[in-house]
């Protein structure tokens, strides 16, 4: 059972990128699937989150208008497309799987407890 993200790079700013998340050992089902990053010095947050079981979907303010969050349930693949990418989008990009059940990505104790490993996002200026 793991999550396994890839699509980071190198980008100059207006760019763009899409990020995968790919599930192995289970469907997404019942869960809520988050896209969060961590820049240096940072603290960890969430940028995204998409729910197959109740349709809800979340974008942070930041990336609104700029990102977008879809899954391919037949792929156990969820995307996260990034344009109009910035410098202060630099960061390492984690997706998380959360079961959430009916709360979809609005569950009022968050639970992400399986992550992928990361990929690298960094946006030139």
């Known amino acids: 059972v793991q999550l396994q993200a890839s699509g980071g790079g190198l980008v100059q700013a207006g760019g763009s990128l899409r990020l995968s998340c790919v599930a192995s050992?289970?469907?997404?089902?019942?869960?809520?699937i988050g896209w969060f990053r961590q820049a240096p010095g940072k603290e960890r947050e969430r940028v995204s989150c998409?729910?197959?079981?109740?349709?809800?979907?979340y974008l942070t303010d930041p990336v609104k208008g700029r990102f977008t969050i879809s899954s391919d349930n037949a792929k156990n693949t969820v995307y996260l497309q990034m344009n109009s990418l910035k410098p202060e989008d630099t960061a390492v990009y984690y997706c998380?799987?959360?079961?959430?059940?009916?709360?979809?990505?609005?569950?009022?104790?968050?639970?992400?407890?399986?992550w992928g490993q990361g990929t690298l996002v960094t946006v030139s200026s």
């Open positions: 998380a799987a959360d079961y959430s059940g009916s709360y979809g990505c609005y569950n009022p104790r968050p639970n992400f407890r399986l």
């Open positions: 050992g289970f469907t997404f089902a019942g869960y809520a």
């Open positions: 998409i729910s197959s079981t109740d349709g809800s979907s």
